[in-house]
């Protein structure tokens, strides 16, 4: 967000990013459909790279950290390092508004699903940002 | 928006083309600004877009290929386009041979000779032949009565096709609108299809209908079709162009099955089975098989079918001829026509046209005759067509190689 000044006053304010809710939530007083905007529109940005399987967007086949697919994967420390340095290295690439991007994921015995959590600076913005993304069996 | 909808590109086919025409698009507007991220929701519904976009693209220009004859590729789409101009492609053909064939010393149990009739060598009898290290199956054409030498009965130029019979039968339903019989196997050979008709207990044999000049309201004719699925279909007259069928007609179709692999070039055949229970037997080759051939290839099919309908059914300029000819014999592996006053010496009102077969140097007798016949019901009263013999110039290549001997290990020998 961006502080529009005249004559040193700070008269507005102004997003630097916005983006649609990809959920299509309506805003309950105007009826349009709900924005998200800076922070809020990164997190979702790096949200939508976690989730997305490659070979899922057109035309796109390296697009995605593809962690539902890492969802039946041995679990070994092996595995897991390498989860995680592919899923930064996905966001890092992808998502160039974001930096110092360090994943971890949660504990993950007995629970059935994979809990992840990750850790990022937005570039020339709010620094220790973090999302945090439980992925779990459908059936 | 800020952006006029003018301003969109909407020329663009290729996906990221179009997805980039969104992106300038959405550059006039301020209130959804990631676009150009990647992870972003708004990215997503671009791809979307962008996606529907190219693949409607897409679609729709190959409906617009398939429309036409030059551009279409798929095979019932060129016969569909091929049928606007009244070509028919032709179906795959079996090779054929003619043989004479001796029973020898054939001999009742109880010293009795057969009659004739009873020695009728009848149709689809096998034949085997071994071709190329490989065995096939060869079968008569038609029922032959022999003639009777003492112990020997004699079965002259009886006319064998590689292949197996095979026949369908269907009633006639004339509830059935526009109603056409497929025929049950793909690899039919369309020219040796036998199609009885058995209506109120009465067969007749109808014949395949090639033009609509000479057919009345009464005339026993069939059409054939290749449809969608390769396969051959048939139907027949409407009351006006060719007999129609009455309800419960039973129509069948007796016909060849192709093989895949052509035995053309075959000609030592043995009888396999028995004629009346005889074996004893002597097979004597009279023309080479010849003239098997696959059905017409796409490109074959739009290279004619232009020609065809140049031609408009009549053998007037020498392009007319050449068309004509090819469809006759599709098994020709090139075909040259020339009028008689371009002749060594000039024979005025002739046309001369030299085959040349895919698997041999020349036509057989009957062959020429059967293409000339052909031609005859065509061509202008007053000029002949001559089938010739190809003149074939065999060409032996003398190679003078030159080598650099320091770039190898290897004598001059080896």
Known sequence: MVDLVNNGKTVATKDIYADLDIFFRKHPITGDIVRKTDTDAIKRSVRNIVLTNK?????????????????????TDRQLNRMKRNLAKEIQQLEPRVNNVNVVFGDLEDSNNLDVTIFYNITNGAPQQEVEITVSRTR | MAVKSSNLQITDLDFDN?????????????????????????????????????????????????????????????????????FVPASESCSSAFIDLEMKNVRNADGTQPTTTEMQLLRGTNFVTVFDGSSYNFVVTSTKRPTQNNLSYNYNNVEIVQGTYAQDSFIFD???????????????????????????GVSETYALSTGISNISTESKVYYAQENEEGYVEIYFGDGTLG????????????????????????????????????????????TKASGGAEKESIESIKF??????????????LNDYKAKVQEYYPNADAVAVWGGEDNDPPEYGKVFVALKPQNSDYLSDTEKELVKSKLNALNM??????????????????????????????????
């Open chain 1, 55 to 75: 070979f899922e967007r057109p035309f796109k086949p390296n697009f995605g950290g593809s962690i539902r697919n890492k969802l039946f994967e041995l679990n």
């Open chain 2, 304 to 317: 004619k079918a232009t020609k065809f309908y140049t031609s408009q059914n009549r053998l007037v300029t």
């Open chain 2, 18 to 86: 179009i997805a980039d025409n969104l992106k300038n698009y959405l550059k006039g507007q301020e209130q959804f600004k990631d676009y150009n991220f990647e992870g972003s929701s708004m990215s997503v519904l671009i791809d979307l877009l962008a996606y529907a976009s190219h693949i409607g693209a897409v679609n729709t220009n190959i409906a617009a290929s398939e429309l036409f004859l030059d551009s279409a590729q798929i095979r019932k789409n060129v016969v569909s386009r091929a049928k606007d101009l009244g």
């Open chain 2, 243 to 286: 007999k129609a069928l009455s309800d419960g007609d039973i129509i069948d179709v007796t016909y060849i099955i192709v093989d895949e692999v052509h035995a053309n070039g075959a000609s030592q055949f043995v009888l396999s089975g028995t004629v009346n229970g005889f074996s004893n037997s002597h097979v004597t080759n009279v």
């Open chain 2, 174 to 200: 004339n509830q059935l609108a526009n109603p056409k019989f497929v025929l049950s196997n793909e690899r039919v050979d369309k020219g040796r299809m036998i199609v009885s008709v058995t209506s109120n």
């Open chain 2, 381 to 414: 009263l007053t000029v002949r067509p001559q089938v010739i013999d190809a003149e074939i110039v065999k060409i032996l290549v003398t190679c003078v190689f030159k080598y650099n001997e320091n770039a190898t290990d290897l004598s001059i020998g080896e």
